[in-house]
């Protein structure tokens, strides 16, 4: 049974640019939530997708977006990267009969922008 | 608005002693409080979480004890080895949401 995978585990973009992080969410998980991770601090909830629909949004500008597949899989994207977007971007997947409430977080995607 | 405080931010305790981390939450229809460790690098790990119709739970020598009038719940670890040196967070969860709150974090120095 595979957890929550993401990809890639790391990489460096220019600001200005675009970047694309992918989550793969726990087999039975229907719900992809992503969390931004600055060094030093907690997670932030940037966006929660359900049923291939962004469902909720923490305070993060309209550059970050996302989508959500018909297998649940799901997608981050970045615009017009900034050097404070620097951080570890967090997958966590929840739902399904028997996850209750709680959530499994992925290996993260660290990026740097430089 | 929804908000999950926790002190302190560094704690330093000797090994063998116990360590208490604190958190406070803003919505009193928060059901759901995770713990989390995370090591450098790698990604948070839940080690132990209640819910609200539950005032403490235990496992081995961690425990988390919650007090819903008071909106604030604590995390315990007894006799701390050097292996629970780490940065925890607490975190709750608004009902039906699958959204998470995180706390600001403690990092956990365990003394020789």
């Known amino acids: 049974d595979a957890g929550v995978t993401q990809s890639p585990t790391h990489l460096i973009k220019t600001r200005g640019q675009q970047v694309t992080l992918r989550c793969s969410p726990k087999?039975?998980?229907?719900?992809v939530s992503w969390y931004q991770q600055a060094l030093g601090q907690g997670p932030q909830f940037i966006f929660q997708?359900?049923?291939?629909?962004?469902?909720q949004r923490g305070n993060f500008p309209d550059r970050f977006s996302g989508h959500q597949f018909p297998n649940y899989s799901s997608e981050l994207n970045v615009n017009a990267l900034l050097l404070g977007d620097s951080a570890l971007y967090l997958c966590?997947?929840?739902?399904?009969?028997?996850?209750?409430?709680?959530?499994?977080f992925g290996e993260g995607s660290w990026l740097t922008v430089v | 608005g929804e908000n999950v405080e926790q002190h302190p931010s560094t704690l330093s305790v000797q090994e063998g002693d116990s360590a208490v981390i604190k958190c406070t939450y803003s919505?009193?229809?928060?059901?759901?409080f995770p713990w989390y460790k995370q090591e450098l690098g790698k990604r948070p790990q839940l080690i132990i979480d209640?819910?609200?119709?539950?005032g403490e739970k235990k496992d081995q020598r961690i425990a988390v004890t919650l007090n819903k009038t008071a909106k604030h719940f604590s995390l315990h670890i007894t006799e701390t080895q050097p292996e629970d040196s780490a940065v925890y967070f607490c975190?709750?969860?608004?009902?039906?949401?699958?959204?998470?709150?995180f706390g600001k974090g403690t990092r956990l120095h365990i003394l020789p």
């Open positions: 975190a709750a969860e608004w009902p039906g949401d699958d959204k998470i709150i």
């Open positions: 919505d009193s229809a928060s059901n759901y």
């Open positions: 997708y359900y049923e291939e629909e962004e469902r």
């Open positions: 209640i819910r609200s119709n539950v």
């Open positions: 966590a997947s929840s739902g399904g009969p028997r996850s209750g409430n709680t959530i499994y």
């Open positions: 087999s039975g998980h229907d719900t």
